[in-house]
């Protein structure tokens, strides 16, 4: 089993930034892909970001131009930079992972247990 910890989450004021971490751990074959999503309160998880095994990356339109993802050439850990907050970006931010744990075994898909961001006003 892989295991996601995220961390770099806090409270920030409007314009600020912040700097997310998710490390991957345990039985680790290999790294497909790695992403973030967030859920707000009364909302759906929704896509953040995601970079693939060959680099290519993706971003929700409400965060393109102001956050990035990155990584390695191990793809672990990534990193979410959020620049330029705005209060709407609040939400517990959760990393997922798409690894095979064991060489041979179909890849599965690992979540974090999810950072806290909150951004002010």
């Known amino acids: 089993q892989a295991r996601l ?3 770099g989450g ?3 004021q409007a314009g600020g930034s912040l700097r997310l971490s998710c490390a991957a751990s345990g039985s680790i074959f290999s790294i497909n892909a790695m ?3 967030r859920q707000a309160p009364g909302k759906q998880r ?3 970001a995601t970079i693939t095994s060959g680099g290519s990356t993706n971003y929700a ?3 393109q131009g102001r956050f990035t993802i990155s990584t390695n ?3 672990n850990p990534v990193y979410l930079q959020m620049n ?3 209060p709407e970006d609040t939400a517990v931010y959760y990393c997922n992972g798409d690894i095979s744990p064991t060489r041979g075994t179909p890849s599965n898909r690992y979540w974090g247990q999810g950072t806290q961001v909150t951004v002010s006003s």
Do not use: H
């Open 5 to 7: 910890l995220e961390s």
């Open 61 to 63: 339109d409400s965060v």
């Open 35 to 37: 992403g973030w999503y």
């Open 73 to 75: 050439n191990a793809k």
């Open 84 to 86: 330029s907050l705005k």
């Open 10 to 12: 806090g409270l920030v």
């Open 46 to 48: 929704e896509l953040v």
